[in-house]
């Protein structure tokens, strides 16, 4: 069919035509704003998931909602090794751009605008480095607010202040996490901290971070009160009514249909998984000539689906990995990684390479940082990406 009028959209953070299964998640954060605007005690939100679920989609979807309420807003990508102060600074700053010009006091906005300066002028050198962004020029940075180098503290006044700024409006501030986990501890236990103490003070400000499997983990042991500190989502594949939705709304939009086989084919390949969700519905639109969808036409497509994932999805993590960071791959997929979230053991890894556990910890702890491996509980390893031990298998065959 007309690849013109094709409507889905594989690829990280892309906008899915039809963001399925999230309904209840999206009510909820609605609930949160309104409450948390209205300076009632609200907690901050933390999804979870697997690579390609659409932890990323859902939390623009979130800014989103957010905006719409006129809040102002900002978002951050974590990156392992570098501090969050000048992201967060950053990005605070475009949450107050949002609302400033609607704020009767220009002198308020200008004092806080010298709290963003003074919190990001605090930043080491080693972690400006690759951010183009510098702090207002046009204020002076105030002195002894947000600028100890304390991260919990200063992160307290800083967002106290944007607080109140937006709560002169009648709104408040949300802060956009993508990529958590590669906070390191330290910083994640600052941000908890500072989280407790502002939705003690009501301040109408929330946060809400994406990351992957392990992130709930990494913040419970950063923090021992992180558990009641946020609403945790966890954000999975979709069920089949849901997968079903994803294919047929966007098609009914282009008068297109399915025949019911062709569906259950759809979600045998996929599992649900959001981007294969997509990346097959995409291949599958382009191989079928006519209304409604068959089964041939998603068998005829299949193998260009996974020749386009192999590449964009699995291949391009797979790269990033040195040749031993890949044996340790290969032997967490023959011991039955797969489908991900499947736990295996360093204990077995060890033993069905012939090596000493401690030997193999550089190439578990690279794996970790690149974010291809995540570990849940202490001694075992699992994928990050789904379906990616049978990638690796089809590798060498
Ligand atoms: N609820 C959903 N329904 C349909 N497609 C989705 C949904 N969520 C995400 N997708 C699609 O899945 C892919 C991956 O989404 P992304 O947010 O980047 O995942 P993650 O951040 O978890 O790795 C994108 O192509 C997106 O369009
Ligand atoms: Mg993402």
């Known amino acids: 069919m007309d690849p013109v009028r094709n409507p889905y959209a594989p690829g990280a953070g892309q906008r899915p035509p039809e963001l399925a299964g999230r309904d209840k998640e999206l009510a909820q954060f609605e609930v949160t704003l309104e409450r948390a605007a209205a300076g009632r ?102 002195r002894g607010r947000a600028d100890s180098g304390d991260l919990e503290l200063d ?18 501030i949300g802060l956009f996490v993508d990529e958590m986990q590669d906070i390191t501890a330290r910083e994640l236990a600052a941000i908890c901290g500072a989280v407790h103490e502002i939705s003690q003070r009501s301040a109408p400000v929330v946060v809400v971070g994406a990351g992957l499997p392990h992130l709930p983990v990494a913040l419970a042991s950063a923090k021992s009160y992180a558990e009641r500190l946020f609403r945790y989502v966890v954000v999975d594949r979709l069920p089949r009514e849901m997968a079903v939705r994803a294919w047929l709304r ?45 089964a041939a036409d998603v068998r005829e497509g299949a193998p260009e689906a996974e020749a386009e994932l192999a590449v964009g999805f699995f291949g391009a993590r797979y790269e990033r990995a040195t040749p031993a960071e890949r044996d340790y791959m290969r032997t967490m997929a023959d011991l039955g990684a797969d489908p991900a979230g499947d736990a295996v053991t360093t204990a077995e890894i060890a033993t069905s390479l012939g090596r000493r556990p401690q030997s193999l910890s550089p190439a578990r702890d690279g794996l970790i940082k690149k974010g291809l491996v995540y570990s849940a509980e202490r001694g075992t390893v699992a994928f ?10 089809a590798q060498t065959t």
């Open 250 to 294: 966007p098609a009914a939009e282009e008068g297109v249909a399915y025949d019911e086989d062709a569906l259950d084919l759809l979600y045998e390949l996929t599992d649900g998984y959001p981007y294969f969700v997509q990346a097959y519905g995409k291949v599958t639109w382009d191989v079928a000539v006519a209304s409604p969808v068959r």
């Open 384 to 393: 990050t990406v789904p379906h990616f031990g049978r990638f690796l298998r």
């Open 41 to 142: 005690p609200e907690r901050s939100m933390v999804l979870s998931g697997l690579r390609g679920v659409g932890k990323t989609v859902l939390l623009n979807a979130l800014r989103g909602q957010a905006v719409n309420r006129a809040w102002g807003t900002g978002k951050i990508e974590a990156r392992p090794d570098r501090s969050v102060r000048l992201p967060v600074a950053q990005a605070v700053h475009a949450a107050v751009r949002d609302v400033a010009h609607r704020h009767r006091d220009p002198d308020r906005v200008d004092q806080v605008a010298g709290v963003i300066k003074a919190f990001a002028l605090r930043t080491k050198l080693e972690d400006r480095k690759g951010i183009g962004w510098t702090p207002p020029t046009d204020v002076p940075a105030t």
């Open 155 to 172: 992160l307290v006044q800083l967002l106290s202040d944007v607080g109140e700024l937006a709560g002169d409006l009648g709104v408040g």
